[in-house]
């Protein structure tokens, strides 16, 4: 949302291969639920031309994942 990302490839993620999203990159705790906060995720993803978006992590993330699969569309 704050146009913070890693570009992922294999070489940055083999270290963490099988431990999973918070050792790699941490955790951000940031919950996405206000519709301000929706558009500015589309629009950082529109600014990074983003084919796809791979989320990270756990429950929570989980649940931006699918809110952010039923509002991008």
């Not at 941490?26 to 796809?52: H, M, N, V, W, Y």
């Amino acid at each position: 949302m704050k146009c913070k990302y890693v570009e992922l490839n294999a070489e940055y993620i083999h270290p963490y291969r099988n431990q999973g999203g918070f050792d790699m990159i941490c955790s951000g705790r940031d919950k996405i639920e206000t519709p301000e906060q929706f558009k500015q995720a589309e629009e950082t993803a529109k600014k990074l031309e983003l084919d796809g978006l791979v989320v990270i992590g756990g429950d929570d993330s989980n649940t931006n994942a699918c809110l952010l699969a039923e509002n991008f569309r």
